[in-house]
Nanobody
Framework: QVQLVESGGGLVHAGGSLRLSCVASATIMNINAMGWYRQAPGKQRELVAT???????YYHDSVKGRFTISINNAKRTVYLQMNSLKPEDTAVYYCRLESGSYFGTVLKGVWGQGTQVTVSS
C-alpha cells in the first residue's frame, strides 16, 4: 500500500511563505493527478491546487498568483509553494493522489495525514 506523508507546515506571519512537501512511500506510475486540499476549523475540505501527469495545473481562485504546485517524479514528491500567506489560509493541508497505479494495482483517492498551516495577522 502506498502512503503519502506531508511536511513543511508551521506558524508564519501574514505575508510570509511556506513550502509544503508530500512524499510518496513508493514510485507511483501512471499518475492522473495529485492535489493539495485544505480544511479550516468548522469548514469543509476544499481543493487548493492540482497537477496532472502532464503537468497541467489548476488553482482555486483564492490562491492564484500566490501558490504554486509542482512535482518531482524522481523524488516521488509533490510540493506546494505558498507565498504572501494570509490568515484565511490557516488550515490543515492534505495531499491526495487522485489516481495512479503501483505494480498493476490501481490507486484512487489516497490521502496523506495532513500538515497544519497557521498564519498569524
Amino acid at each position: 500500500q502506498v502512503q503519502l506523508v506531508e511536511s513543511g507546515g508551521g506558524l508564519v506571519h501574514a505575508g510570509g511563505s511556506l513550502r509544503l512537501s508530500c512524499v510518496a512511500s513508493a514510485t507511483i506510475m501512471n499518475i492522473n493527478a495529485m492535489g493539495w486540499y485544505r480544511q479550516a476549523p468548522g469548514k469543509q475540505r476544499e481543493l487548493v491546487a492540482t497537477i496532472t501527469g502532464g503537468d497541467a495545473t489548476y488553482y482555486h481562485d483564492s490562491v492564484k498568483g500566490r501558490f504554486t504546485i509542482s512535482i518531482n517524479n524522481a523524488k516521488r514528491t509533490v510540493y506546494l509553494q505558498m507565498n504572501s500567506l494570509k490568515p484565511e489560509d490557516t488550515a490543515v493541508y492534505y495531499c491526495r493522489l487522485e489516481s495512479g497505479s503501483y505494480f498493476g494495482t490501481v490507486l484512487k483517492g489516497v490521502w496523506g495525514q495532513g500538515t497544519q498551516v497557521t498564519v498569524s495577522s
